[in-house]
């Protein structure tokens, strides 16, 4: 059964550059048609959209958020991770990693496995 | 960007009732690129409906989704009680965006 599980600091200081790790067990990250995705929901609020990749380097980032936002992937150590740099108060949110399945079954694009989410602070 | 406006923002209803949720597309979208999500307080969304009416494993069949061009619903035919959550509408035609949400409560 897939499984990911984030990890990283839990405070970050503004301007200071957020970093986790999402790591992957019970699949494999270089699997054909899945990505592999972070999005981000501020305490009592929404969902956002980070990025997703795909093990071969392919990004699709948030076009908000595309000049601070680096994923990369560690398909030897099946990890993937996210750099946020220049944090304010408004990055304090629960972040989680998903995969995201595409094309997946009927052609369709969906986030199908999700991390338990990880709550990230900035303040000084 | 596509913005997803879904109504209610909140549905207040009792269980056994039905439930209707609207996601509305500020332009057209692929059925290929919508979904549905379920989130309950303190856990991860989990994938109820992908391509806008096929039900995720192991998803009850008194969920249903349905809907085309700019208007996608997520139906719920009896409510139960664990059913109460909130429920999130994504595309992924044009970079990825969500709805806000609607939140489902007990009447």
């Known amino acids: 059964q897939l499984q990911l599980q984030e990890s990283g600091p839990g405070l970050v200081k503004p301007s200071e550059t957020l970093s986790l790790t999402c790591t992957v067990s019970?699949?494999?990250?270089?699997?054909?048609?899945?990505?592999w995705g972070w999005i981000r929901q501020p305490p009592g609020k929404g969902l956002e959209y980070i990025g997703i990749i795909y093990y071969s380097g392919s990004t699709f980032y948030n076009p908000s958020l595309k000049s601070r936002v680096t994923i990369s992937v560690d398909a030897s150590k099946t990890q993937f991770s996210l750099k946020l740099t220049s944090v304010t108060a408004a990055d304090t949110a629960v972040y989680y990693c998903?995969?995201?399945?595409?094309?997946?079954?009927?052609?369709?694009?969906?986030?199908?496995?999700w991390g338990q989410g990880t709550l990230v602070s900035v303040s000084s | 960007e596509v913005v997803l406006t879904q109504s209610p923002g909140t549905l207040s209803l009792s269980p056994g009732e039905r439930a209707t949720l609207s996601c509305r597309a500020s332009r057209s979208v692929s059925t290929n690129f919508l979904a549905w999500y379920q989130q309950k307080p303190g856990q991860a969304p989990r994938l109820l409906i992908y391509?806008?009416?096929s039900r995720a494993t192991g998803i009850p069949d008194r969920f249903s989704g349905g809907g085309s061009g700019t208007d996608f619903t997520l139906t719920i035919t009896r409510v139960v009680p664990e059913d109460f959550a909130v429920y999130y509408c994504q595309q992924y035609g044009s970079s990825c965006t969500f709805g806000q949400g609607t939140r489902l409560e007990i009447k």
């Open positions: 019970g699949g494999f990250i270089t699997s054909d048609n899945y990505y």
């Open positions: 998903a995969r995201f399945v595409g094309p997946g079954m009927n052609g369709a694009y969906y986030f199908d496995n």
């Open positions: 391509g806008a009416s």
